[in-house]
T-cell receptor, first 113, second 116 residues
Framework: EPEVTQTPSHQVTQMGQEVILRCVPISNHLYFYWYRQILGQKVEFLVSFYNNEISEKSEIFDDQFSVERPDGSNFTLKIRSTKLEDSAMYFC???????????FGDGTRLSIL | AQSVTQPDIHITVSEGASLELRCNYSYGATPYLFWYVQSPGQGLQLLLKYFSGDTLVQGIKGFEAEFKRSQSSFNLRKPSVHWSDAAEYFCAVGTYSGGGADGLTFGKGTHLIIQP
């Protein structure tokens, strides 16, 4: 069964550094998402992306965050200047069409030192 | 804005016993409802979904859920749990507007412990 792939599985970064999290969505999917889960807390929506643009973003997704689909297969989340509170598990998800469920990757654990 | 409440943070069930995990949502219209399961160190796996139609939906691994509009609930059930069902379970609500798909709103999750 096709799946969403995220790399790396664990990223350790110094505070203030830029980090890029990478995702390969399922190949025929059209909608892409990033979520985060701070340790012990619930999963929170960050941003959705469709037709090469952001369709929705949450309050968490401020100017430090950006997303990009640089080619036909990758979907990236960039954090420009990381803060300690950015430490979390980040999940990528994709969806084939509207009215279908989202499929999640295994996540990238981001640790900010 | 929509919200999801999972009132039970932890639930302990004996292997072979039945299970019900509670989920209540708040949303002005009929939402799309989901249950996801997360094993330690893993991503979120879809158990089942409700979009419309029959209010009792069947999912993978023997799980089912029932949508009750009058109670704004979407409780997850399994008649007989297995030790491998120990995991974190998340209820989520989705909305679709203008042809696009909004982000899911998740509950805080219920941690399921299986006793031998």
């Amino acid at each position: 069964e096709p799946e969403v792939t995220q790399t790396p599985s664990h990223q350790v970064t110094q505070m203030g550094q830029e980090v890029i999290l990478r995702c390969v969505p399922i190949s025929n999917h059209l909608y892409f998402y990033w979520y985060r889960q701070i340790l012990g807390q619930k999963v929170e929506f960050l941003v959705s992306f469709y037709n090469n643009e952001i369709s929705e973003k949450s309050e968490i997704f401020d100017d430090q965050f950006s997303v990009e689909r640089p080619d036909g297969s990758n979907f990236t989340l960039k954090i420009r200047s990381t803060k300690l509170e950015d430490s979390a598990m980040y999940f990528c998800a994709s969806m084939e069409t509207a009215n279908q469920p989202q499929h999640f990757g295994d996540g990238t654990r981001l640790s900010i030192l | 804005a929509q919200s999801v409440t999972q009132p039970d943070i932890h639930i302990t069930v004996s292997e072979g016993a039945s299970l019900e995990l509670r989920c209540n949502y708040s949303y002005g219209a009929t939402p799309y409802l989901f249950w996801y399961v997360q094993s330690p160190g893993q991503g979120l796996q879809l158990l089942l979904k409700y979009f419309s139609g029959d209010t009792l939906v069947q999912g993978i691994k023997g799980f089912e859920a029932e949508f009750k509009r009058s109670q704004s609930s979407f409780n997850l059930r399994k008649p007989s749990v297995h030790w491998s069902d120990a995991a974190e379970y998340f209820c989520a609500v989705g909305t679709y507007s203008g042809g696009g798909a909004d982000g899911l709103t998740f509950g805080k999750g219920t941690h399921l412990i299986i006793q031998p």
